[in-house]
């Protein structure tokens, strides 16, 4: 179940630094950092 939960978290993660790049238009770089 934890496993699963971490998984979530990671792709929420993405997802967000992923809108960041879209929305800002910055350097995935940049969104990957933070």
């Known amino acids: 179940m934890k496993k699963t939960q971490a998984l979530l978290?990671?792709?929420?993660?993405?997802f967000k630094g992923?809108?960041?790049?879209?929305?800002?238009l910055t350097p995935l770089m940049m969104?990957?950092?933070?």
Do not use: K, Y
């Open 9 to 14: 978290r990671d792709l929420l993660l993405l």
């Open 31 to 34: 969104c990957c950092q933070v």
């Open 18 to 24: 992923l809108t960041c790049c879209m929305v800002l």
